[in-house]
C-alpha cells in the first residue's frame, strides 16, 4: 500500500516538476551555444544538405541494377481440336480452320509475367556529371548551414548587447532619478520655508526634468524587457524561465586585430558565399555537360524472360508453334537505349548554360561586394571604437561635473539652471556612451561575419 501511494505521489508531482521555472545565468557565448543548438532556421538548412545527400545517392543508383517486373491476370479462348485438326460447334471434325474459328466457346485464366534485370554499361557521361552536380550543391547547402549559425549569433548578440545597454541605461535613469528627487525635495523645502533664493520656476524646471526622466525611464524598460524575451526565445527557454546575464555591465569588447587588407583577403577565402559560389561554379558546369549527355545512348546487359501460362489451352511441344497465351523464356541480353528529342534537350543545355553564366555574374559580384563589407565594418569599428574612448572619457567627466553641481546646490551657492544642466549633459553623455558601446560591439560582431570568423 505504501508502495503503491509513493508511486502516485511521483506521478502526481513528475509533471510539475517539468513545469517549474527554471533561472538561467549566462554568458553572450553560453547563449549562442544554446541557440544554435535549437534554432529551426538551422535545422531546416541541415533538412536541406540532407536532401541534397540523397539526391547524390538517387544520381549515383542510377547506375546500379534495375529489376522491371510486369505481371497481369486475364481472360484467354480455349482452343478447340489440335493444330491441323479442328472441331466445329456441332462436334465434327474436319482439316484447316473452321468458320466458327472466332466464335468463344470458353474462356480460361491467363497469368503472364514478364521481367528484366539490367545494369548500365556506359552512359556517355550522364552519371559522372550528375553526380559531381549533386556533390556540389550538398557543398552550396552546407554553406547555408554557415550563414545560419552566423544570422543565429548576430541576433543572439543584439539582443544580449541590447538588454545590457538598455538594463545600463535604465539604471542609470534610475540613478539620476533618485538624484532629481532629492534636489526636489530640498528645493521644495527652500521654498516652503521661504530660505534661499528659490523660485517657483526652478522647482517646475526641475519637475519637467523629472517627467522626462519617467519617460526615458520607461522606454528603456520596454526595451530591456524586450530583449530579454527575445534572448529566452533564441535560447528555446520556457516562457516562465527566468533569464539572467553573466555580465554586470555593458563593456566595449577588444578591437579586432589585422589591417584593413588582411582582412579582406581572410574574407575572400574563409566566407561561405566564396566557397558557395566556387562549389555552385563546378556544380551548373557539370549539369550542363549532363544535359549534353542526355543526347547520347545508353549501353547496358543484363537478362530478360517472360512467362504467359493459360491452363485452358493446350501445351504445345512443337517449337515451331507459338501461342502468346502458352509459353515460357529468359535470355541474356546487351541492349543499346536511346532517347533522342531534337527540340527538348537542346534547349534543356541552353538553360544549363544560362544557369552557369549566372553563377559567374554571381562570382564576380561577390569579388566586388565581400571587400565593400568588409571595409564598411572596419571602418564602422574603428570609428566607434574612437567614439566610445572620447564618450567614455565625457561621460566621467559629466558624473564629476554633476556631483560637484549638485553639492554645491546643496550646499546653497549653485542656480538651479546650472543644476539641471548638469544633469542634462551627465544622462547625454552616459546615455549616449552605452549606445555607441552596443553599436560597436555589433560591427565587431558583424565584422567578424563579414570575414568569415563565425563558423
Do not use: C
Request: proline content about 4%; charged content about 25%; cysteine-free.
Amino acid at each position: 500500500m505504501a508502495y503503491r501511494l509513493s508511486l502516485l505521489l511521483l506521478l502526481v508531482l513528475l509533471p510539475l516538476s517539468r513545469g517549474q521555472a527554471e533561472t538561467v545565468v549566462m554568458d553572450l557565448q553560453q547563449a549562442v551555444d544554446r541557440a544554435l543548438q535549437v534554432d529551426p532556421r538551422i535545422t531546416e538548412k541541415e533538412r536541406h544538405v540532407d536532401l541534397a545527400r540523397a539526391q547524390l545517392r538517387e544520381v549515383r543508383g542510377a547506375g546500379d541494377w534495375d529489376l522491371s517486373m510486369n505481371t497481369f491476370l486475364g481472360l484467354a479462348p480455349k482452343v478447340r481440336g489440335g493444330v491441323f485438326e479442328t472441331t466445329n460447334t456441332d462436334g465434327t471434325k474436319s482439316i484447316g480452320i473452321p468458320s466458327d474459328a472466332f466464335d468463344i466457346s470458353g474462356l480460361s485464366p491467363w497469368y503472364y509475367l514478364e521481367a528484366r534485370l539490367i545494369k548500365p554499361l556506359h552512359t556517355f557521361g550522364k552519371i559522372t556529371h550528375y553526380s559531381k552536380a549533386a556533390a556540389g550543391n550538398i557543398q552550396v547547402k552546407r554553406g547555408d548551414i554557415r550563414l545560419a549559425r552566423a544570422q543565429t549569433r548576430l541576433d543572439i548578440a543584439k539582443a544580449y548587447y541590447g538588454y545590457l545597454a538598455a538594463r545600463d541605461t535604465r539604471r542609470l535613469l534610475d540613478d539620476t532619478q533618485d538624484k532629481l528627487q532629492a534636489a526636489l525635495d530640498l528645493l521644495q523645502g527652500w521654498l516652503d520655508e521661504g530660505e534661499g533664493e528659490a523660485k517657483q520656476s526652478d522647482l517646475f524646471a526641475l519637475q519637467t526634468g523629472a517627467a522626462l526622466i519617467q519617460r526615458y525611464r520607461a522606454e528603456a524598460q520596454g526595451y530591456e524587457r524586450t530583449a530579454l524575451d527575445g534572448l529566452r526565445i533564441l535560447t528555446g527557454l520556457g516562457p516562465n524561465d527566468e533569464v539572467q546575464v553573466a555580465d554586470k555591465r555593458l563593456t566595449p569588447l577588444p578591437l579586432p586585430e589585422g589591417s584593413l587588407k588582411a582582412l579582406t583577403a581572410k574574407a575572400m577565402t574563409q566566407r561561405p558565399e566564396v566557397r558557395q559560389v566556387a562549389a555552385g561554379l563546378d556544380a551548373r558546369r557539370e549539369f550542363m555537360l549532363a544535359k549534353r549527355s542526355e543526347s547520347l545512348p545508353n549501353i547496358y546487359a543484363g537478362v530478360a524472360g517472360s512467362i504467359s501460362f493459360a491452363p485452358g489451352r493446350r501445351d504445345f511441344t512443337d517449337v515451331s508453334i507459338y501461342d502468346p497465351f502458352y509459353y515460357a523464356g529468359m535470355t541474356p541480353v546487351i541492349g543499346l537505349k536511346w532517347d533522342w528529342n531534337s527540340g527538348r534537350q537542346p534547349a534543356q543545355v541552353a538553360q544549363a548554360k544560362a544557369e552557369l553564366d549566372a553563377t559567374l555574374a554571381l562570382r564576380d559580384q561577390a569579388r566586388m561586394g565581400i571587400p565593400f563589407q568588409v571595409a564598411e565594418q572596419y571602418h564602422a569599428v574603428h570609428s566607434h571604437h574612437e567614439m566610445v574612448q572620447k564618450l567614455y572619457q565625457g561621460s566621467r567627466a559629466g558624473r564629476r561635473w554633476l556631483i560637484s553641481t549638485y553639492a554645491d546646490f546643496e550646499a546653497g551657492v549653485e542656480q538651479t539652471d546650472k543644476l539641471a544642466a548638469a544633469f542634462q549633459g551627465y544622462v547625454a553623455a552616459y546615455g549616449d556612451y552605452l549606445r555607441v558601446v552596443n553599436a560597436y560591439n555589433m560591427h565587431v560582431e558583424r565584422l567578424r561575419v563579414v570575414t568569415g570568423d563565425i563558423q
